[in-house]
Each structure stands twice: as structure tokens, then as C-alpha cells.
């Protein structure tokens, strides 16, 4: 079947403002991940979800970045009021089960705020 | 606070030549992920390791967990141009669904 898909690939926008992306994971896929590469960075994780349970926010930098998960299924990264340290390539990452079993990742977008 | 160490950052041979790189936390993981990311794409999982100790082979790509499951190292042997990549790995704990994931060991192998 089909991987991890994530839309738009490559995002300019102007600071100030605002941004979607968005994940659509593997069919079945219990958990959502969201993180961000910066370069030379490791992966930050962003937010966390799984089934219906509340989902875990603790990564998200500032309250101008958001996410929700709808069905189950698809995913949407928001981010407000766009600033220049938001430039990175975000990755969207889905797991059939949750904890440490293996993620698929997401070829991500790469964010441009100029 | 970086949990997971790489080391070298980044790392440039000569095809043929063996390579090894190195993962290392003061945190002990009850698992241990490698992944490889080629540009302009996600991570792939290579392996996993949850055992110290445990060796586990993929081809020519050698993974170790250490003893204690702070630490970790990637070794190649016989590097091809088809093994340059970012190589990030990501510690996992029983319990917690995130991981950990270092800033990668940036590897180029030139023809």
C-alpha cells in the first residue's frame, strides 16, 4: 500500500503568516507523529497521536503551532502568525501500534518563512 | 539538552573503505532505533536493538547496543555510494511513546 504522504513538499510564505500542512498516514495506523529538522538538528518532536486519546502536545514550541487528527486518519500541522525560526522541513510519521515500534516517516515539507 | 550524542557529525570516505559511528546518552533505552535519511525524504528504519550487548548484522551494516543500552555504534564495511545518507539514531523506553532522536551522523562515500 501507500506510505506516508504529506503535502505541500516545499511552502514560501511571509512572516506573519499562516500555514497548513498536512499528513496523510498508512491505512490502519494508530499513531500520528509530527516532528520538525532543522539544519544540523535531530528530529524535534513536535505532537503526538493515538486513536481517540488526547493527544500529546508537549513538544509543540508556542502556542501558534496546533494540530488535529480527524477520523483517525489525516493530520494538520497549523502554523500561525509564521515567524523566521519556523523554517524547517517538518516530517509527519504514522506507526501501526504505539511506543517505540517502528515509524514510517513522511518524505516532510520544507518550510520557508522569509 | 541533547539526550542522544552522534559522533562524528559528519563522516567522508572512499568507497571500499570501513566506516563506524557512534550513538551514546547517558540515559539507559529499552530500545535503541537507527534510521537512514537520504535527501528530500523521511527516515527509514534500518534495525532496532532492545538487548545490551545485542550485535545485529544487514548486509554489510553492523549494529551494537552496549552493555548498559546507553550506547550504540554503526559500523559499514566495504562502503558503497549507495550508503551516504544522514544516519539519526532514536532511544526508546518502555511506556513512553516518543523517541529520541540524536542529530544524525552525516555520512559521504566517494567513488
Known amino acids: 500500500g501507500a506510505g506516508v504522504s504529506q503535502s505541500p513538499s516545499n511552502k514560501v510564505t511571509e512572516k506573519g503568516k499562516d500555514v497548513e500542512l498536512r499528513c496523510d498516514p498508512i491505512?490502519?495506523?494508530?499513531?500520528l507523529y509530527w516532528y520538525r529538522q532543522s539544519l544540523g538538528q535531530g528530529l524535534e518532536f513536535l505532537i503526538y497521536?493515538?486513536?481517540?486519546?488526547?493527544?500529546?502536545k508537549s513538544g509543540l514550541p508556542s502556542d501558534r503551532f496546533s494540530a488535529e487528527r480527524t477520523g483517525g486518519s489525516v493530520s494538520t500541522l497549523t502554523i500561525q502568525r509564521t515567524q523566521q525560526e519556523d523554517s524547517a522541513v517538518y516530517l509527519c510519521?504514522?506507526?501501526?501500534?504505539?511506543?517505540?515500534?517502528?515509524?514510517?516517516f513522511g518524505p516532510g515539507t520544507r518550510l520557508t518563512v522569509l | 539538552t541533547q539526550l542522544l550524542e552522534q559522533s562524528p557529525q559528519f563522516l567522508s570516505i572512499q568507497e571500499g573503505e570501513n566506516l563506524t559511528v557512534y550513538c551514546n546518552s547517558s540515559?539507559?533505552?529499552?530500545?535503541l532505533q537507527w534510521y537512514r535519511q537520504e535527501p528530500g525524504e523521511g527516515p527509514v528504519l534500518l534495525v532496532t536493538?532492545?538487548?545490551?550487548?545485542e550485535v545485529k548484522k544487514l548486509k554489510r551494516l553492523t549494529f551494537q547496543f552496549g552493555d548498559a543500552r546507553k550506547d550504540s555504534s554503526l559500523h559499514i564495511t566495504a562502503a558503497q555510494t549507495g550508503d551516504t545518507g544522514l544516519y539519526l539514531c532514536?532511544?526508546?523506553?518502555?511506556?513512553?511513546?516518543?523517541?529520541?532522536f540524536g542529530k544524525g551522523n552525516q555520512v559521504v562515500v566517494i567513488p
Open positions: 532514536a532511544g526508546g523506553h518502555y511506556g513512553n511513546n516518543r523517541l529520541a
Open positions: 540515559s539507559v533505552f529499552s530500545s
Open positions: 536493538v532492545v538487548t545490551g550487548g
Open positions: 510519521a504514522s506507526s501501526p501500534n504505539p511506543g517505540t515500534d517502528t515509524q514510517y
Open positions: 497521536f493515538q486513536g481517540n486519546s488526547a493527544p500529546d
Open positions: 491505512s490502519g495506523h494508530t499513531a
